[in-house]
């Protein structure tokens, strides 16, 4: 068979860049240590809200002056419903579910994430201006999924 000298060497370049793809993902996974966020710490969805962080969600300032906000995501609410941080502060959000699979999205900011039941959901985001930002999840839950709302209100430090 006889492959033309133009679709040979497309099929090279094909191949060559195929090749650079993988390296640089093996580069970034192996020497930066850079891999894709996985599940590393697991819950009872049953016993939710009998677990020591879990049990009384809401917003925390730890001894090094960041905000720790622990939610609860269950068919058709976030628990707590509102919650009220204060501006240029880090505010780390541990979230879990207790039934089904959740999303927790703040508009006008960056904030996405899944929230699956067995899991702890975990991120940081500091939020430069102050407001209400309204907190919803994006992933279908069931029939009043559009009801499921909350609040995140970023106040100026003494507000």
Same mark, same amino acid.
């Given at each position: 068979?006889?492959?033309?000298?133009?679709?040979?060497?497309?099929?090279?370049?094909?191949?060559?860049?195929?090749?650079?793809?993988?390296?640089?993902?093996?580069?970034?996974?192996?020497?930066?240590?850079?891999?894709?966020?996985?599940?590393?710490?697991?819950?009872?969805?049953?016993?939710?809200?009998?677990?020591?962080?879990?049990?009384?969600?809401?917003?925390?300032?730890?001894?090094?002056?960041?905000?720790?906000?622990?939610?609860?995501?269950?068919?058709?609410?976030?628990?707590?419903?509102?919650?009220?941080?204060?501006?240029?502060?880090?505010? /780390? #959000?541990?979230?879990?579910?207790?039934?089904?699979?959740?999303?927790?999205?703040?508009? +006008? %900011?960056?904030?996405?994430? !899944? =929230?699956?039941?067995?899991?702890?959901?975990?991120?940081?985001? /500091? #939020?430069?201006?102050?407001?209400?930002?309204?907190?919803?999840?994006?992933?279908?839950? +069931? %029939?009043?999924?559009?009801? !499921? =709302?909350?609040?995140?209100?970023?106040?100026?430090?003494?507000?």
């Amino acid at each position: 068979m006889k492959v033309d000298v133009y679709e040979r060497a497309w099929m090279w370049i094909a191949a060559v860049l195929i090749v650079a793809f993988l390296g640089a993902i093996i580069v970034a996974a192996g020497a930066s240590a850079i891999h894709p966020p996985s599940h590393v710490e697991v819950i009872n969805p049953e016993e939710v809200y009998d677990h020591e962080e879990f049990g009384s969600p809401g917003v925390e300032t730890l001894d090094d002056g960041t905000i720790q906000v622990t939610m609860v995501g269950e068919m058709f609410f976030f628990d707590p419903y509102e919650i009220v941080v204060p501006v240029d502060t880090p505010v /780390t #959000f541990r979230i879990t579910s207790t039934d089904v699979i959740h999303g927790i999205l703040v508009a +006008g %900011t960056n904030t996405n994430a !899944m =929230v699956i039941p067995g899991y702890v959901t975990e991120f940081t985001i /500091t #939020f430069p201006k102050p407001g209400e930002y309204l907190m919803m999840c994006h992933e279908y839950c +069931g %029939t009043l999924h559009h009801e !499921m =709302v909350g609040a995140l209100i970023v106040e100026e430090e003494g507000a």
